[in-house]
């Protein structure tokens, strides 16, 4: 069994920063594509920022330059940097773990942290 433990939300006033650490519970983060998603109530779960295991990295638009993701696979830890906060950025960030074996592929979610940005 794989777990996700998230940490590092809170409440920031806009133009702040944050990082979150998602630390696994088994070393599977050096063969994972690691990802961090947002949601907000009544919305669906959006991607914000994905990391491969060759450290390619995808954000979404209106995150680019603002947020970095990184991972430390000797410490089984994904993290995202978030600076410039915005109002718009509140939700709860869930981290993911996203892992293919042979055929089948397996997503491992951990149990999401608040971020809250003040205006």
């Known amino acids: 069994q794989v777990q996700l433990v998230e940490s590092g939300g809170g409440l920031v006033q806009a133009g702040g920063s944050l990082r979150l650490s998602c630390a696994a519970s088994r070393s599977i983060v050096r063969g994972a594509v690691m990802g961090w998603y947002r949601q907000v109530p009544g919305k669906q779960r959006e991607l914000v920022a994905t990391c491969t295991t060759d450290n390619i990295t995808n954000y979404k638009d209106s995150v680019k330059g603002r947020f970095t993701i990184s991972r430390d696979n000797a410490k089984n830890t994904v993290y995202l940097q978030m600076n410039s906060l915005e109002p718009e950025d509140t939700a709860v960030y869930y981290c993911?773990?996203?892992?293919?074996?042979?055929?089948?592929?397996?997503?491992?979610w951990g149990q999401g942290t608040q971020v809250t940005v003040s205006s």
């Open positions: 993911n773990a996203h892992i293919i074996i042979g055929t089948r592929a397996y997503d491992y």
